[in-house]
């Protein structure tokens, strides 16, 4: 029944491992995104897809990658992680590309130590 | 750029004060303008968005006016309850642009 629905909950692993996060949305949206949130609270883009096309990627380093095999589906993969990369991390969908409200996962906590 | 700027919390008050929460927007054209609110532990959720000038947006007993000349989309509510402590997102987005969130205000309200 739920929405947007993403695993893991919670993600402790050590640096310089690679780890994924997977998003599923029931929807039927087009667009869906991953946000990473800091310990401030504060809410930044990292990446969106439209119909599994990548339409925003913002300035993140190359060791995060997406990954949409359809588009009710959205995957993050992180190589080599860092302690810098501890944050908590939203998927999000929306039925469109602009202007339209965002459904928000319940977040990945991601803690890298 | 588009940028969204709120007043900094954390905000407490005590149930039923009265809450405003302060956000003003830089932005060219007419942007559609949302609140967002966090509960503990859970992901956003849209509260109420409003898309062009004086349109007013309300949900749950919130309210906020697109005030187009002061650039502001102020969210408000008469009476605030325990229930409404959360972090709330002001947010814009312009008409071919992504959401751009502001860095949220913190609201507490003790009994």
């Known amino acids: 029944d739920t929405a947007v629905s993403q695993t893991p909950k919670y993600l402790v692993t050590q640096m310089g491992n690679d780890k994924s996060i997977k998003c599923e949305q029931n929807?039927?949206?087009?667009?869906m995104y991953w946000y990473k949130q800091d310990s401030k609270k504060f809410l930044k883009i990292m990446f969106s897809?439209?119909?599994?096309?990548?339409?925003i990627n913002e300035t993140v380093p190359n060791r995060f990658s997406p990954k949409s095999p359809d588009k009710a589906h959205l995957n993050l993969h992180i190589n080599s992680l860092e302690l810098g990369d501890s944050a908590v991390y939203f998927c999000?969908?929306?039925?469109?590309?602009?202007?339209?409200?965002?459904?928000f996962g319940s977040g990945t906590q991601l803690s890298v130590l | 750029g588009n940028s969204v700027t709120q007043m900094e919390g954390p905000v407490t008050l005590s149930e039923e004060a009265f809450l405003t929460i302060n956000c003003t927007y830089t932005?060219?054209?007419?942007?559609?303008l949302f609140w967002y609110v966090q509960y503990p532990g859970e992901g956003l959720q849209l509260l109420l968005k409003?898309?062009?000038?004086?349109d007013k947006g309300s949900n749950k007993g919130f309210e906020a006016t697109y005030r187009k000349e002061t650039t502001s989309f102020h969210l408000e509510k008469g009476s605030v309850q325990v229930s409404d402590s959360a972090v709330y997102f002001c947010a814009l987005s312009g008409l071919y642009d992504k959401v751009i969130f502001g860095p949220g205000t913190s609201l507490s309200v003790i009994p």
């Open positions: 409003a898309t062009k000038a004086d």
């Open positions: 897809y439209n119909n599994k096309e990548l339409i």
């Open positions: 929807l039927g949206h087009d667009t």
């Open positions: 999000a969908s929306s039925r469109a590309q602009f202007n339209e409200k965002l459904f």
């Open positions: 932005a060219t054209g007419y942007p559609s």
